[in-house]
T-cell receptor, first 110, second 113 residues
Framework: RKEVEQDPGPFNVPEGATVAFNCTYSNSASQSFFWYRQDCRKEPKLLMSVYSSGNEDGRFTAQLNRASQYISLLIRDSKLSDSATYLCVVDHYSNYQLIWGAGTKLIIKP | SQTIHQWPATLVQPVGSPLSLECTVEGTSNPNLYWYRQAAGRGLQLLFYSVGIGQISSEVPQNLSASRPQDRQFILSSKKLLLSDSGFYLC????????????FGEGSRLTVL
């Protein structure tokens, strides 16, 4: 089993719709969780951290389910500019050991 | 504000040739520095990280090496490239003691033929 798993997609979603995708992780001792966004052939950029109680940033909501060992990302009122690959990142023991998922590709259609 | 630059952006190299990728950070002192590789359809793989000048930790044994000759300079090298070295190489920095926010350079796309 991979340490961090994501559905590669692509998720094809009409503009304005709500989309959600999950990421599962294997190490129950993981402490920190993040979502990064990566545009095609560009570098990843931090989208948001994921807190135990769940957190929201505008149209984006991130949640953590420790019992089932997954995190989720929900995007409401999707925009064309949301098209990107979303990378799930899990910090096991230290900042140096961030484990990256392969990403979920999202395509927003007009 | 802090910025990070890496170069070259794209390169095509023959098997067995040397490699040198360079990364510099501006606007911060004593950053943690990282080299990652991203292969198609796979997650980022940490190659090297550094917490200070001359301090390099390797995560994956391979024919690559890294050096940090100055506080804000990080270099990735190889003496002889393999086909399997092809990929998207990313330099990143983080604030000492931070937990998870990495700032990436624009990336270097290497094709080994």
């Amino acid at each position: 089993r991979k340490e961090v798993e994501q559905d590669p997609g692509p998720f094809n979603v009409p503009e304005g719709a709500t989309v959600a995708f999950n990421c599962t992780y294997s190490n129950s001792a993981s402490q920190s969780f993040f979502w990064y966004r990566q545009d095609c052939r560009k570098e990843p950029k931090l989208l948001m951290s994921v807190y135990s109680s769940g957190n929201e940033d505008g149209r984006f909501t991130a949640q953590l389910n420790r019992a089932s060992q997954y995190i989720s990302l929900l995007i409401r009122d999707s925009k064309l500019s949301d098209s990107a690959t979303y990378l799930c990142v899990v910090d096991h023991y230290s900042n140096y050991q961030l484990i990256w998922g392969a990403g979920t590709k999202l395509i927003i259609k007009p | 504000s802090q910025t990070i630059h890496q170069w070259p952006a794209t390169l095509v190299q023959p098997v067995g040739s040397p490699l040198s990728l360079e990364c510099t950070v501006e606007g911060t002192s004593n950053p943690n520095l990282y080299w990652y590789r991203q292969a198609a359809g796979r997650g980022l793989q940490l190659l090297f990280y550094s917490v200070g000048i001359g301090q390099i930790s390797s995560e994956v044994p391979q024919n690559l090496s890294a050096s940090r000759p100055q506080d804000r300079q990080f270099i990735l090298s190889s003496k002889k490239l393999l086909l399997s070295d092809s990929g998207f190489y990313l330099c990143a920095w983080s604030v000492l003691g931070s937990t998870g926010e990495l700032f990436f350079g624009e990336g270097s796309r290497l094709t080994v033929l």
